[in-house]
């Protein structure tokens, strides 16, 4: 896939999280995204004002409730859209 519109097709770097809680929870659900995510990009759109500023594989933090994922024909990505990236590390 090649974002256009100013998007980053990213891939959402795992973080360990302590999963400890007051009661039991499955497995399989979801409670919610963490508020910033660390994610490595895997293409730029030519549109991005960063397009000049980062590269594939560079590593950045995003507000993680506006990352999108696109299930097309079995297979997954995830977007952002530039103006959620909030720093390169």
Same mark, same amino acid.
């Given at each position: 896939?090649?974002?256009?519109?100013?998007?980053?097709? *990213?891939?959402? +770097?795992? !973080? =360990?999280?302590?999963? !400890?809680?007051? $009661?039991?929870?499955?497995?399989?659900?979801?409670?919610?995204?963490?508020?910033? =995510?660390?994610?490595?990009?895997?293409?730029?759109?030519?549109?991005?004002?960063?397009?000049? /500023? +980062?590269? *594939?594989?560079? /590593?950045?933090? *995003?507000?993680?409730?506006?990352?999108? =994922?696109?299930?097309? $024909?079995? /297979?997954?990505?995830?977007?952002?859209?530039?103006?959620? *990236? +909030?720093?390169?590390?």
């Amino acid at each position: 896939m090649t974002p256009l519109n100013r998007s980053l097709l *990213v891939n959402v +770097l795992s !973080q =360990e999280e302590d999963k !400890q809680s007051a $009661f039991y929870l499955p497995d399989d659900i979801i409670t919610g995204k963490r508020p910033f =995510e660390v994610v490595e990009i895997v293409g730029i759109s030519s549109e991005s004002k960063f397009i000049d /500023k +980062l590269n *594939v594989g560079d /590593k950045i933090v *995003v507000e993680g409730h506006m990352l999108r =994922e696109i299930n097309v $024909f079995g /297979k997954t990505t995830t977007l952002i859209e530039d103006n959620y *990236v +909030l720093t390169k590390m």
